[in-house]
């Protein structure tokens, strides 16, 4: 079985190969060998979907709640040798996790879309996450359901302020500081459900090799128990296989 350490600054990317014809040396170039990414990556974006609003995240201010972080590969190959699979079958001693993404305090503003969003973490920032890929069913909010941290379904907790934008400003959810960076105790959690499907589709996206880029569209989100706070955060999905592909709405 393979670990993926929780602490981000322990991660590695985890690669592998496959050859199934042309075994031998071919002359000085020796072996040729095309190596893949076992491992799932995630990074984030974010916008406010309303000029009138701010948001404020927190420095290591997104938590990815209730996955699982160790599982057996296994190289499957297919029709095709140039394109063989990798499978992962999660341990059953595997135990669910809590990964906190390394990213600076940041504060969001009104973008028009998820390409101008603010980058919180990201690939090319050497700040986001690898993950093992696998499937895990959302946290449900509801007024009076189980709570987001005892429901053992993924969801994201985010750490931050919703304020207005313009003076007199009036906070919605934390407190004001001088700064962005400010206190940890001037940012509040939202909950944000999250599944390794891309919604509105049934399409599984923690899969190997593919890099996974979710914007959070704030307007608000949802307390611990349920309560939606303001309007409850939107995602826009982009899944890249090392490369861009365009990404769909997934609707909370």
């Known amino acids: 079985n393979y670990v993926v350490p929780i602490a981000v600054a322990d991660q590695e990317d985890f690669m592998w190969a496959y050859k199934s014809t042309n075994k031998t040396e071919?002359?000085?170039?020796?072996?040729?060998?095309t190596f893949h990414h076992a491992l799932v990556r995630v990074?984030?974006?974010?916008?406010?979907t309303t000029s009138t609003l701010k948001v404020d995240i927190a420095k290591d201010g997104i938590t990815i709640c209730n996955i699982k972080n160790k599982g057996k590969a296994t190289v499957a190959p297919?029709?095709?040798?140039?394109?063989?699979?990798?499978?992962?079958a999660t341990a059953t001693d595997a135990t669910l996790q809590q990964v906190i993404v390394p990213?600076?305090?940041?504060?969001?503003?009104?973008?028009?879309?998820?390409a101008t969003?603010?980058?919180?973490?990201?690939?090319?920032?050497?700040?986001?996450?690898?993950?093992?890929?696998?499937t895990f069913a959302a946290w449900a909010p509801s007024t009076g359901g189980t709570a987001a941290t005892a429901s053992g379904l993924g969801y994201l907790k985010v750490m931050c302020k919703i304020y207005s934008a313009t003076a007199p400003v009036t906070y919605y959810h934390g407190t004001a500081t001088e700064s962005v960076g400010g206190a940890k105790d001037d940012y509040k959690p939202i909950y944000?459900?999250?599944s390794s499907i891309k919604l509105p589709s049934t399409d599984q996206i923690w899969k190997a090799n593919n890099n996974i880029t979710y914007t959070l569209n704030f307007g608000g989100g949802y307390?611990?128990?349920?309560?939606?706070?303001?309007?409850?955060?939107?995602?826009t999905t982009t899944v890249k296989?090392?490369?861009?592909?365009?990404?769909?709405?997934l609707p909370m």
């Open 103 to 114: 990213s600076a305090a940041v504060s969001i503003t009104y973008k028009t879309d998820a």
């Open 192 to 194: 944000i459900p999250l």
């Open 117 to 134: 969003a603010t980058e919180v973490s990201s690939t090319a920032a050497g700040n986001s996450v690898m993950l093992m890929p696998q």
């Open 241 to 249: 296989e090392w490369t861009k592909t365009d990404g769909g709405t």
């Open 26 to 33: 071919s002359g000085a170039n020796g072996v040729q060998m």
């Open 43 to 48: 990074n984030f974006k974010a916008r406010v």
């Open 78 to 88: 297919v029709t095709d040798p140039t394109t063989p699979v990798v499978a992962w």
């Open 223 to 235: 307390a611990d128990d349920g309560t939606p706070i303001l309007n409850p955060t939107l995602f």
